[in-house]
């Protein structure tokens, strides 16, 4: 008989789990607003500023699939603990740091904390609470890890104007103790996957090599042009020899305890799953990397106007998940996941169509569609994924959920950096051909212009460049605009591609949804 592990504490516990995971997901996007100030302070170029967001990724993507081979040799209990002490000790001295050294070092240590904060925090809630409230546990959870990443730039940027860019560090140590003292007085250790185990130095080895390789190429790799640059070809090289290596040394007879248990993904359903949260990934920190650039460059708004914009969208996810939630075990998820595509996908072709002269309400009203979209889509998605899976199974797919949702979201930002900027130059390129003197309607247009300045004092010669200037910038913003719906519309075709995995999915049973068909992090 399965031990009962439902916690009288349960509620405390959720609390602090979600405190945990806010702190950690905000910390991803928060920081970016506030790299310029940063930089002027320590004293660093730009490209050396950028390591400060990605030493964070770097460690938090290498730690994630580890993290229940860590929760199983020193208890779960005990590694969330020290998981939240060091990201709340990191986050106090990324305030302090007075060079860019110490600020990488503990932005590294930082994330390799923050690791254990998404996949054993929600690892944690499925076997603390019982069936029955895990719909709701599961949207007020997710809801934490979905809305975050929307209100970071927004609270960076308020942050830096008002105070300083050490306090988006700063900020990180009463959210830590508000989440460290439930977990340290209340929560007990798991009794799924407990005993010492040895350590796989060669897995963990690998893992470091190949995911640390990936995840720099896909940082780094539209600032040095991808394949043109010689260390992104070597570092790609290098990591994919190194996970090949590592799968194959995984599921070898001779390793009796590695780091990460492939075997979880003999499950069908799971599989197909990771393949959307890596497509959610995408559409989810693509989107929010696509959308403030387009505010900000081609709409003139400032970085606190464009954060702030995105918040209706936050607040209609957060109504959507918790209706999934109250749903769970009443409605089919497969049919919540189809609303939430609908939705999304009806954004993103929104998004596909902007203009240099669209409206703020008829961006609103696209984003909180957007939001609806991804509420209807994360919390059923992860009903799903973990709906056959076995208890001992939850951690280690937790942290694979985690890690998928993680290389999405590089992976999306890689992607539409390079696709963006390639689509400009092209659109650019195009519209420049009407630019010649024998266009008469450019003739037109200048002229009018011209006449204009020249009515407000200007001289007519100046006049003519001007306006011809004015043009021109005009050309460059349709340009611009033309490669952001080029954009959103590459993420409403990957959305697109991945809508038949949903036909795959068989609908979860009563008796799957609870601790034994407990859910992993997203």
Same mark, same amino acid.
């Given at each position: 008989?399965?031990?009962?592990?439902?916690?009288?504490?349960?509620?405390?516990?959720?609390?602090?789990?979600?405190?945990?995971?806010?702190?950690?997901?905000?910390?991803?996007?928060?920081?970016?607003?506030?790299?310029?100030?940063?930089?002027?302070?320590?004293?660093?170029?730009?490209? %050396?500023?950028?390591?400060?967001?990605?030493?964070?990724? +770097?460690?938090?993507?290498?730690?994630?699939?580890?993290?229940?081979? +860590?929760?199983?040799?020193?208890?779960?209990?005990?590694?969330?603990?020290?998981?939240?002490?060091?990201?709340?000790?990191?986050?106090?001295?990324?305030?302090?740091?007075?060079?860019?050294?110490?600020?990488?070092?503990? #932005?590294?240590?930082?994330?390799?904390?923050?690791?254990?904060?998404?996949?054993?925090?929600?690892?944690?809630?499925?076997?603390?609470?019982?069936?029955? %409230?895990?719909?709701?546990?599961?949207?007020?959870?997710?809801?934490?890890?979905?809305?975050?990443?929307?209100?970071?730039?927004?609270?960076?940027?308020?942050?830096?104007?008002?105070?300083?860019?050490?306090?988006?560090?700063?900020?990180?140590?009463?959210?830590?103790?508000?989440?460290?003292?439930?977990?340290?007085?209340?929560?007990?250790?798991?009794?799924?996957?407990?005993?010492?185990?040895?350590?796989?130095?060669?897995?963990?080895?690998?893992?470091?090599?190949?995911?640390?390789?990936?995840?720099?190429?896909? %940082?780094?790799?539209?600032?040095?042009?991808?394949?043109?640059?010689?260390?992104?070809?070597?570092?790609?090289?290098?990591?994919?020899?190194?996970?090949?290596?590592?799968?194959?040394?995984?599921?070898?007879?001779?390793?009796?305890?590695?780091?990460?248990?492939?075997?979880?993904?003999?499950?069908?359903?799971?599989?197909?799953?990771?393949?959307?949260?890596?497509?959610?990934?995408?559409? +989810?920190?693509?989107?929010?990397?696509?959308?403030?650039?387009?505010?900000?460059?081609?709409?003139? +708004?400032?970085?606190?106007?464009?954060?702030?914009?995105?918040?209706?969208?936050?607040?209609?996810?957060?109504?959507?998940?918790?209706?999934?939630?109250?749903?769970?075990?009443?409605?089919?998820?497969?049919?919540?996941?189809?609303?939430?595509?609908?939705?999304?996908?009806?954004?993103?072709?929104?998004?596909?169509?902007?203009?240099?002269?669209?409206?703020?309400?008829?961006?609103?009203?696209?984003?909180?569609?957007?939001?609806?979209?991804?509420?209807?889509?994360?919390?059923?998605?992860?009903?799903?994924?973990?709906?056959?899976?076995?208890?001992? %199974?939850?951690?280690?797919?937790?942290?694979?959920?985690?890690?998928?949702?993680?290389?999405?979201?590089?992976?999306?930002?890689?992607?539409?950096?390079?696709?963006?900027?390639?689509?400009?130059?092209?659109?650019?390129?195009?519209?420049?051909?009407?630019?010649?003197?024998?266009?008469?309607?450019?003739?037109? #247009?200048?002229?009018?212009?011209?006449?204009?300045?020249?009515?407000?004092?200007?001289?007519?010669?100046?006049?003519?460049?001007?306006?011809?200037?004015?043009?021109?910038?005009?050309?460059?913003?349709?340009?611009?605009?033309?490669?952001?719906?080029?954009?959103?519309?590459?993420?409403?075709?990957?959305?697109?591609?991945?809508?038949?995995?949903?036909? #795959?999915?068989?609908?979860?049973?009563?008796?799957?949804?609870?601790?034994?068909?407990?859910?992993?992090?997203?």
């Amino acid at each position: 008989m399965m031990p009962s592990t439902v916690s009288p504490y349960r509620w405390w516990i959720l609390l602090g789990l979600w405190a945990s995971a806010v702190m950690e997901v905000l910390d991803t996007t928060i920081v970016n607003v506030s790299l310029p100030q940063m930089a002027g302070n320590l004293n660093a170029t730009t490209q %050396e500023i950028a390591w400060v967001a990605t030493g964070y990724i +770097l460690s938090n993507v290498v730690v994630l699939p580890m993290t229940a081979f +860590l929760a199983g040799r020193f208890g779960r209990r005990n590694y969330l603990i020290a998981s939240i002490v060091l990201f709340i000790v990191a986050s106090f001295f990324c305030g302090t740091s007075t060079t860019l050294g110490q600020m990488i070092l503990f #932005r590294i240590l930082q994330g390799a904390g923050g690791a254990a904060l998404l996949s054993t925090a929600q690892a944690t809630l499925r076997e603390i609470f019982p069936p029955q %409230e895990q719909g709701l546990v599961q949207a007020i959870f997710l809801i934490g890890i979905v809305v975050a990443p929307t209100v970071g730039p927004t609270l960076g940027g308020w942050i830096t104007d008002n105070y300083n860019w050490n306090w988006i560090f700063y900020i990180n140590i009463p959210l830590g103790l508000l989440a460290l003292l439930p977990v340290t007085a209340f929560l007990e250790d798991s009794p799924f996957g407990r005993g010492k185990r040895p350590a796989d130095w060669l897995g963990i080895g690998l893992l470091t090599v190949g995911l640390g390789c990936l995840q720099y190429v896909l %940082e780094e790799g539209n600032k040095d042009d991808w394949f043109q640059s010689e260390l992104i070809v070597k570092l790609t090289a290098i990591g994919t020899i190194a996970l090949v290596a590592l799968v194959f040394w995984q599921l070898s007879p001779k390793n009796t305890a590695p780091v990460v248990d492939f075997k979880v993904l003999q499950n069908q359903q799971l599989r197909a799953t990771l393949v959307l949260f890596l497509v959610l990934g995408f559409g +989810l920190y693509g989107g929010i990397f696509l959308y403030p650039l387009f505010t900000q460059l081609v709409l003139g +708004l400032t970085p606190t106007a464009s954060g702030l914009s995105l918040m209706p969208g936050g607040f209609a996810t957060m109504v959507s998940a918790l209706i999934c939630g109250r749903l769970q075990g009443k409605a089919d998820p497969r049919v919540l996941i189809w609303i939430g595509m609908i939705l999304f996908c009806f954004s993103m072709w929104n998004l596909g169509h902007l203009s240099t002269l669209i409206g703020t309400d008829s961006l609103t009203f696209t984003l909180i569609i957007r939001g609806f979209g991804l509420g209807f889509l994360f919390t059923p998605i992860n009903q799903i994924a973990f709906s056959v899976l076995k208890p001992q %199974e939850v951690q280690q797919a937790a942290g694979l959920i985690s890690l998928t949702r993680q290389l999405g979201g590089s992976l999306g930002i890689a992607i539409l950096g390079t696709y963006l900027t390639n689509q400009t130059r092209f659109h650019q390129a195009m519209l420049s051909e009407s630019l010649h003197a024998g266009n008469a309607a450019l003739a037109e #247009r200048q002229s009018a212009l011209a006449a204009n300045l020249v009515a407000h004092g200007m001289s007519p010669v100046l006049a003519k460049g001007a306006a011809l200037g004015g043009i021109a910038r005009q050309v460059g913003l349709q340009a611009q605009t033309m490669g952001f719906n080029d954009g959103f519309f590459l993420i409403l075709l990957s959305f697109a591609a991945a809508a038949p995995i949903v036909l #795959r999915f068989k609908r979860p049973v009563p008796a799957q949804t609870g601790r034994g068909g407990g859910g992993g992090g997203h």
